[in-house]
């Protein structure tokens, strides 16, 4: 599960840059809506630069679903903490609410050999999890069905769904559909035909959070859609594949930039990689563009997301709704894409520890024969 930058400040940088989606009903011509540009300082397409299609309506979300109460809870559901986006992030050791001091860019998290076996186990579930949610994926399945069989996965198997009551998520995983970029939340709206769909798994399993997603088809994709989605994974890859000790944290932003131009799209500055361990998220940010923030070098038995979002147009804006303050979409409705693995940096260079890839392109009900077999 991403975060949309800076993470220092949480989420406020999207706060107030909103709209209020429709709700999946009658045919009826939405309300306009005043939209604010996301800070990104990049000229938004007209709508006439992106194929015209219906945007994603709101479905009806269903009760929170329960945990056994033997299934051990993180600390960021307790009384103090955060319900909602708008009030930050939970606090702890590695995350301090603030800008982070020159000092606390280079106090990382060095794991123990036992926390990076916590980590290898709770990265594993996650990934099992996302493969049996993503094989329920078809025109017709709702988003909440999705959910459901995640959730009753994770709890079956003595972990606890992180996003679930994370600052106030109502559900245990993610679900973006077409233009969603992240933070989409299940709900009572069928899959379509050709629709397309990121599922971010996060699990919490002894003391650890293992976090990845994969994009998903229901039916035959587009060509416009198989295509972003290949040049997203790509570009993911493209990112791990610099990581080893002593490399710069700036590097993973310069080669998925590279892989992502190469294929004609656009690394969406709105979601971004971070440190994961004990705590959901925390530093080093891991930003899927180039820039100039430095977090020093990677060292020996750090773990820490990759997963950048990549749409087909050059446009960076960003609007979230003003109902539920999580979904994430693009002004132009372009459409969105998005991977993620959580990493080990070893002595000699890194592990995926959500690995291998989901042969995504194989599990929709027409397997797609354009694109390569997972990595």
């Known amino acids: 599960m991403s ?45 006439t630069s992106t194929r015209r299609r219906q945007p994603v309506l709101r479905g009806d979300l269903s009760p929170a679903r329960k945990v056994p109460q033997e299934i051990p809870r993180p600390f960021y559901l307790g009384p103090d903490q955060p319900r909602s986006p708008a009030d930050g992030l939970p606090l702890h050791e590695f995350y301090s609410g603030r800008d982070p001091t020159p000092e606390e860019r280079v106090q990382l998290d060095i794991k123990t050999p036992e926390q990076v076996e916590g980590m290898r ?26 959910d459901r069989i995640a959730h009753e996965f994770i709890v079956d198997h003595g972990a606890y769904p992180s996003p679930l009551g994370y600052c106030g998520f109502p559900k245990a995983v993610c679900t973006s559909v077409n233009e969603i970029i992240g933070h989409g939340i299940p709900d009572s709206r069928p899959l379509s035909e050709g629709d397309f769909l990121n599922i971010d798994v996060t699990v919490y399993l002894n003391g650890y959070h293992g976090d990845t997603s994969c994009m998903f088809f229901a039916g035959p994709p587009s060509k416009r859609a198989a295509k972003l989605c290949k040049a997203t994974r790509k570009a993911m890859l493209a990112g791990i594949e610099v990581c080893g000790p002593g490399v710069d944290f700036r590097e993973v932003g310069r080669a998925i930039t590279a892989s992502a131009e190469e294929d004609g799209c656009t690394v969406h500055p709105s979601l971004v990689g971070h440190g994961i361990g004990s705590y959901f998220h925390g530093r ?16 020996p038995n750090m773990t820490f997301t990759v997963e950048p979002a990549l749409v087909d147009a050059p446009d960076r804006t960003c609007e979230v709704d003003a109902e539920d303050l999580w979904t994430m979409c693009t002004m132009t409705k372009a459409l969105g894409a998005q991977f993620e693995h959580t990493i080990l940096i070893t ?14 392109t194989g599990m929709a009900p027409s397997p797609v024969k354009a694109l390569p077999s997972a990595i």
Request: glycine content about 8%; charged content about 20%; some cysteine.
């Open 3 to 47: 975060l949309a930058p800076p993470l220092w400040t949480g989420l406020r940088p999207c706060i107030g840059q909103v709209e209020r989606r429709p709700k999946a009903g009658p045919s009826e011509a939405p309300p306009a809506l005043q939209k604010r540009r996301w800070a990104a300082g990049a000229v938004a397409l007209t709508a």
């Open 347 to 360: 002595d000699h260079g890194m592990e995926i520890l959500t690995g291998p890839c989901i042969d995504y």
């Open 121 to 146: 186990a709770a990265c594993r579930l996650a990934r099992a999890t996302l493969e049996t949610a993503g094989k329920s994926v078809a025109p017709g399945v709702t988003t909440d069905e999705i």
């Open 284 to 299: 080093p940010e891991i930003l899927p563009y180039v820039n100039d923030d430095d977090w020093g070098v990677m060292q």
